[in-house]
């Protein structure tokens, strides 16, 4: 399932929360995105993001893996987790911290990641979009639930 939501100005108010919790089924070799959209005009950057992907039971092989990026430009950040370990990131980095084996980051490096996520500018024409992909042998189980919060900055299109 696919979750879009669209941000909406309010009046003084510069920064904003999306949040969300998602339990339908992610068949194996399937994926869910979620998109981000600012409203015209203005320009969205991450301050945060945390999310919660609990490993899927039943897997004995393959990976899950979470894709950060802009839907017209591409992904800034990627990280790749084993089948059996859970898929999570507390502020702007990978949770835990130090490296599971068999875990993937792209950029290799937590500072190039963080640049990645505090660098990026997303549009009403580039909204940011988050990818969750199960390549696991398994799907996930009813039930099973992810949770995707995102911390944002909004600016009128000239200040970036």
Request: aromatic share 8%; glycine share 8%.
């Amino acid at each position: 399932m696919n979750i879009t939501a669209n941000i909406t100005v309010s009046p003084n108010k510069k920064s904003g929360v999306f949040s969300t919790t998602n339990t339908t089924v992610v068949n194996s070799s399937s994926s869910e995105v979620i998109t981000i959209t600012p409203p015209a005009g203005y320009l969205m950057k991450i301050v945060a993001v945390n999310i919660l992907i609990n490993f899927i039971t039943g897997a004995t092989s393959g990976s899950t893996g979470l894709g950060i990026g802009g839907l017209n430009i591409g992904r800034y950040t990627n990280i790749q987790m084993p089948y059996n370990q859970n898929l999570s990131m507390v502020g702007l980095l990978p949770n835990p911290s130090t490296p599971i084996s068999g875990e993937t980051l792209t950029p290799t490096t937590e500072a190039a990641f963080i640049a990645a996520l505090t660098s990026a500018v997303f549009s009403n024409s580039n909204p940011l979009y988050i990818s969750y992909t199960n390549t696991t042998n398994a799907n996930t189980q009813t039930g099973q639930y992810r949770q995707y919060t995102v911390q944002y900055i909004l600016e009128p299109e000239t200040v970036f």
